[in-house]
């Protein structure tokens, strides 16, 4: 079924840096994209960044682009976050998950959809002074 | 970037009744939306992908619906465990995928 589980995360100062981990197990890592999604205190969900299977293709939404940078280490399962100059607003749970690819069977061929099927339990980051 | 908007912010439902929530995409997304629910203190999980096929393990009561615009997840006969926020996400058009702002059930 698999399982992920982050770490990292912590009080830290704005515009100072930290590093998000999450190790994934019980899945093959290196066929899924990887998704983290942050969720800000008492807010909804948002979409921060992903990473193709081989780690070619990365993107962002705007409001981190340029501080943060997802990567991964495919042979230790590993995702990662890489925050730079920190805000207060980007304080908040950070997960990671995983993209899945659902296959169903169309009229012309197969359909795939997606779906985040894989979550970890969350790191807390809090920036502030 | 496409903004999702879902309604009612709070549903307050009784056990066994039915709920329905919305979802609208400010353009189309097709069938390319998902469903999910997220209890206090945990993180979210997937109920629907394809706008109405259920993740696996979703029980039978969960079912989507819709396709553009305009979607609908409907609980049938509710039960205690069903509450908590849910959550509706299109990744027709990106980055980014985006959320919509959540819809908490209140049993």
């Known amino acids: 079924e698999g399982q992920l589980v982050e770490s990292g995360g912590g009080l830290v100062q704005p515009g100072g840096s930290l590093r998000l981990s999450c190790a994934a197990s019980?899945?093959?890592?290196?066929?899924?994209?990887m998704t983290w999604v942050r969720q800000g205190p008492g807010k909804g969900l948002e979409w921060v960044a992903n990473?193709?299977?081989?780690?070619?293709?990365?993107y962002y939404v705007d409001s981190v682009k340029g501080r943060f940078s997802i990567s991964r280490d495919n042979a230790k399962n590993s995702l990662f976050l890489q925050m730079n100059s920190l805000r207060a607003e980007d304080t908040a749970v950070y997960y990671c998950?995983?993209?899945?690819?659902?296959?169903?069977?169309?009229?012309?061929?197969?359909?795939?959809?997606?779906?985040?099927?894989?979550w970890g339990q969350g790191t807390t980051v809090t920036v502030s002074s | 970037e496409i903004v999702m908007t879902q309604s009612p912010a709070t549903l307050s439902v009784s056990p066994g009744e039915r709920a329905t929530l919305s979802c609208r995409a400010s353009?189309?997304?097709?069938?390319?939306l998902a469903w999910y629910q997220q209890k206090p203190g945990q993180a979210p999980r997937l109920l629907i992908y394809?706008?109405?096929t259920r993740a696996p393990g979703i029980p039978a009561r969960f079912s989507g619906g819709g396709s553009g615009t305009e979607f609908t997840l409907t609980i049938a006969s509710l039960q205690s465990e069903d509450f908590g926020v849910y959550y509706c996400?299109?990744?027709?058009?990106?980055?980014?995928?985006?959320f919509g702002q959540g819809t908490k059930v209140e049993i």
């Open positions: 998950a995983r993209d899945n690819a659902f296959m169903i069977q169309g009229d012309l061929g197969p359909i795939y959809y997606y779906g985040l099927d894989v």
């Open positions: 019980g899945f093959t890592f290196s066929n899924y994209w």
């Open positions: 990473i193709k299977e081989d780690g070619s293709g990365k």
């Open positions: 353009q189309s997304v097709s069938s390319n």
């Open positions: 394809g706008a109405s």
């Open positions: 996400q299109q990744y027709n058009k990106w980055p980014p995928w985006t």
